[in-house]
């Protein structure tokens, strides 16, 4: 399925729902936590790096079929998804569990 | 967030809420007034049942009859179906992990020019019976629906001889479940 241009609007919105996320809400950031997030269908939203490794990704998103929890391919590679969650190391795939004062679980999950 | 409604999940059946918010919001009830947006029920629901849709979202699926591949030690590549989950561990195993009856030899490809006493030969299977990490599994989207809760339970892997009657039983369940020729997927071994 060939995804549309993201427009740079979206991606700074998704930016900012990510950073209220990070100040008011609860998440995890890595590939073992948010299978074990998954496992204990507490994820409600997985956002994964646009240079995850194809078969690590092929396993979140089997998982996040399973457990019936939305993806999200964030447009960006795992330097930028760190830099979106304040973060300064990389950042592969992360798990929102508990999403605060953001709507970022009922706007996002538009694609799969 | 709020409390659940006695314990129901609402994707199974209505809950109450819903079915009250159904009930004011039908026409037929409220003659009056054409949108029921004012009527204080409605004022309340939307939140709550916001909340309970987020509930809805997460689905529990390690959960008994699940088939799933074994990943690590000596049954690694094995397809095995859980029997019982231990979500939150024990005192001696403080992770989470479940009890699973699997697979150890599976059975050979029968043809229609063996005789039957070479089919029955080749429809036998070896079964084991482990506690696994969760971590230490894959989980599929298959699932096996063989009762095995009465004679794979958690003390029969105290002692081997325990574990060979488990073991013994579960290979006669998997033997008829594939001689009826169902849940082909599980009987097949997995190639890599």
Known sequence: MVAAKKTKKTHESINNRLALVMKSGKYTLGYKTVLKSLRSSKGKLIIIANN???LRKSEIEYYAMLAKVGVHHYNGNNVDLGTACGKYYRVCCLSIIDPGDSDII???PGDH | MGPSPSGLRP???P???????KFWSSPSRNPSSSSSSSHPC???RPRERARQEDRAK????LKPNK????LQGRYAGRKAVIVRSFDDGTRDRAYGHCLVAG???????????????KTAKKSRVKCFVKLVNYRHLMPTRYTLDVDLKDIVTADCLQSKDKRVTASKETKKRFEERFKTGKNRWFFTKLRF
């Open chain 1, 52 to 54: 995850c490794p194809p």
């Open chain 1, 106 to 108: 009922k706007s996002v």
């Open chain 2, 11 to 13: 994707t199974e059946s």
């Open chain 2, 15 to 21: 809950s109450p809420y819903q079915l009250r918010y």
């Open chain 2, 42 to 44: 409605t004022e309340r």
């Open chain 2, 58 to 61: 997460m689905v529990k699926f």
């Open chain 2, 67 to 70: 088939a799933v591949i074994v």
């Open chain 2, 103 to 117: 697979i150890k030899k599976y059975p050979s490809k029968v043809i229609r020019k063996d005789s039957a006493k």
